[in-house]
């Protein structure tokens, strides 16, 4: 059903041409914060992209010093914020604010049906106090069945006061590193076109084509936000996290989802169930008050409600080949009985996170490293879809990282002081006890080379075990620097051990550690030991220097893949 009374409108072109927006200093993931509680919105005019080539006028609220963006930026602010919200209207009608779940809204401006209005070329004012955490809506009040299709409309986030990892309370915790906005929309492109040339419109005609979540169409809904080919559409949607570990990844991610469309949409997320904690800005409770949050397989979003989700993904079956292998019985899929229509997929080529195998020739992955991916989208499967071709339109992806980031092992060895001795790079990609073995007087100082780290990766951590054969020695760890071509020492000297022994270093700056031009995607990594050659032994030839080895049963490079 939709939230709007239908009737046959007269249409007026908007006159004032927009500029292309510039690329935004933005986060590359997650939701991007306008933070108040001050804020100064204009009314404008301009045009997204779509995934088919084409491209749509619709009318936002953009920052005032800023460029137009589709939808309006997210305002930002804590419980208790005594918020303005200054708005100047370059369209040529007027056009308001209202604040779904805000009580004690003061407006300045001309008068409307409901709330003040900014009329064309004017302003309005509007204060409140943000007395509620959570999530809301703000939207057109001034002919909401046109205003919003067009694209009024955008997000306010309440966050409680002194606990920017909390939805409501304690309870409600999430990590905030993993916080994520979906809002949903349509777009009929006549009514558009009727604005855009001054036609008119019979709003019972009204048939959206277009079906998007931050005002982009899949697949250009997991871009980064900023992606400077959709300089209207600054949102991205895709939802980044990691299997649970009660130690090192213990707090939930939160999905904060907004329907600002006019109909009703059924959003279904797979990989895991999510916990709803909230809706329209209120954390779900019984009359009693006791916690009545529950796990969802789908929600249907009425129009211009919110909800709040939590999302933990657990590794229930234990997808790691060391610690639940496939059965004996079953056999892995063979990538020369596999075919991908398009030659594109999202497979790795193993059935295991964060592994990778072999691909059929000629097939594109956009996997980097063993990830999973989930298609989280409208249910309505015509709503999967850019102008009725499918697979597009209010969908996007949940990707689930491997649990200690993306890892690489040594493709290649170069022992330079010392010699080589038993093993090969593939005899460090995991705590086996087949060791590489190095050995020199004096010391050891060998390098390896990892390939195919992808830029932008962030997070590099180095781990290295190993031992050597003497107790008076040191070990460092070392990485090249691309851009000055020196080694960098990671960290202090370790004291030598006999024993297994592990050493994790994580560079700053990682971007400056993997190559780019020619060495795209490389990294070196240096293992140097030095000290005293050993005590020696005394015979009838005199002493006897001990030689050094040192022996590598781990060197693995981790990351965060873009």
Known sequence: MRRAVVALIALVPFLTPVAPAAARAVPRLGMVCTQGPEFDLTADAGHIETPDGSSVLMWSYRPTDGDFQSPGPVLCVEQGDQVTIRLRNELPEPVSIVLPGQSGVRGAGAEGLLAREAPPGGEAVYTFTASQPGTYLYESGTDPAKQIEMGLAGALVVRPAGHPDQVYDEATRFDPAREYLLVLGAIDPDLHHAVETGGGFDLDRRRARYFSINGRQFPDTIHDNGAPWLPAQPYGSLVRVRPYDAASNPLPALIRVINADV??????????????????????????GADASGEHFAR???????????????????????????PASVAAPDYRKLFF?????????????????????????QNLCGEWY????????????NYDASFGGMATLLRV??????????????????TAGTGAADALGAIDGAYYEATGTGGTDWQAGFAGVPSGAGGLTITYTGRNSLSALTTTLWIWKWSTREWVRLGETAASVTTDVTLTRKPQDAAAFVGTGADRGKVRVRVLTEGTEGSGSSGSSGSTASPVVTRADLLRLTYDAP
């Not at 109909?263 to 009693?288: C, E, I, S, Y």
């Open 263 to 288: 109909d009703n949409h059924p959003f279904h997320p797979h990989g895991n169930h999510v916990r709803q904690v909230g809706k329209d800005g209120r954390p779900l409770r019984t009359p009693a």
């Open 300 to 326: 249907t979003l009425g129009a211009g409600q919110t909800e709040d989700y939590l999302f933990t993904w657990r590794d229930r079956d234990g997808w790691d080949p060391g610690r639940n292998p496939l």
């Open 341 to 365: 229509s398009d030659g594109n997929t999202w497979y790795s080529g193993s059935a295991y996170l964060g592994a990778t195998g072999t691909l059929p020739i000629g097939t594109a992955s």
């Open 374 to 385: 989930f298609p989280w989208h409208s249910h309505a499967l015509h709503e999967f879809a």
């Open 401 to 418: 990282d491997p649990a200690n980031g993306c890892a690489a092992t040594p493709a290649v060895l170069t022992s330079l002081g010392g």
